[in-house]
């Protein structure tokens, strides 16, 4: 297949480009490197199945030649990302949505959306199933995201319905691993950041708030078996093992050998208190189920994070 990958340069999309690679794929990767960066692709340049295009989605995209899927990955995810570059998330989930479903339709390509676990809210009902249509805040400091992901959910499908492009929406649950934006402000990094360099680790709120961590090796193959599949979706990919936060910062300091305090700040606004996938359907749809727990995970990351900082 040749395949194009919007945020390619980014965290999970340049893990993406490396598995389509290694299975055989073309990758045309397209990244404007507001939150990308060329390093995560550097390896990948040489090899003549690889092209890299600096461009932003939200603006009209073009590519030449044959293409037989657009992934769609393209868009800053991470809490710093929500205050800092609130529009350019809105554009990307919207605009840079439905120019990449036009490229797809105009090249007869096959459409995967990754979206997201944010549609879910601050869920009330758990764990999330996808028939759950969630509790987001619309107008607060995360509905930028939240809301641009499941804007670009309904346009996937009215472009499905009414051009009969072949679609797939994912539905990522707090994925980590190597090539994580150190600064970027999720748990996973900011944690391992203040442990290996000695600062206190920042727990919002009491702790109890829960998460579900999913490695990246985990969530890329889960995506290609979306991706090969026949089913429209949208399915959850990600890891059903709930931790809450404060057992996550008691491991990151048990795995990095860190002395580290842990101090309390205050609770963002709409921080969810649980986020679990019900991963039924993925399990029934092609037997996906993620391999790595996560003290191994965080161990692989660590040790990543040791060789930058």
Request: proline share 6%; with cysteine.
């Amino acid at each position: 297949m040749r395949v194009v990958v919007s945020g390619g340069a980014g965290f999970l999309g340049s893990h993406l480009c490396r598995a389509l690679l290694d299975r055989g794929d073309e990758v045309v990767c397209i990244d404007n490197l507001v939150t990308g960066r060329e390093g995560n692709v550097a390896a990948l340049v040489t090899n003549p199945a690889f092209t890299f295009i600096r461009h932003d989605v939200s603006n009209h995209v073009i590519v030449d030649g044959a293409v037989d899927a657009v992934m769609h990955l393209a868009s800053p995810a991470s809490p710093k990302d929500f205050t800092e570059i609130p529009i350019k998330i809105l554009k990307v989930g919207s605009l840079g949505t439905h120019n990449l479903l036009g490229l797809a339709k105009a090249k007869a390509a096959r459409f995967f959306l990754a979206s997201t676990s944010e549609v879910y809210g601050d869920p009330q009902v758990h764990p999330q199933p996808e028939t759950y249509w969630g509790n987001v805040n619309p107008i607060g400091p995360r509905g930028v995201y939240d809301e641009s992901k499941r804007f670009a959910e309904a346009m996937t499908m009215a472009y499905h319905r009414q051009h009969g492009v072949d679609v797939r929406i994912v539905r990522i649950f707090n994925v980590y691993g190597p090539r994580m934006r150190p600064d970027d402000g999720r748990v996973v990094s900011n944690f391992i950041v203040q442990a290996l360099s000695g600062k206190p680790l920042t727990v919002y709120g009491d702790g109890s708030q829960t998460r579900s961590f999913c490695y990246v090796d985990d969530e890329i193959s889960g995506f290609l078996a979306l991706l090969d599949s026949d089913y429209v979706g949208p399915v959850n990919i990600g890891n059903p093992n709930e931790f809450t936060v404060g057992r996550l910062a008691e491991l990151v300091l048990e795995v990095t050998g860190s002395s580290s305090p842990i101090v309390r700040e205050p609770l963002p606004v709409d921080d969810p208190t649980q986020r679990r996938p019900d991963l039924a359907l993925a399990r029934r749809l092609f037997r996906w189920e993620p391999a790595t727990d996560l003290w191994a995970g965080l161990v692989r990351t660590a040790e990543w994070f040791r060789t930058i900082l």
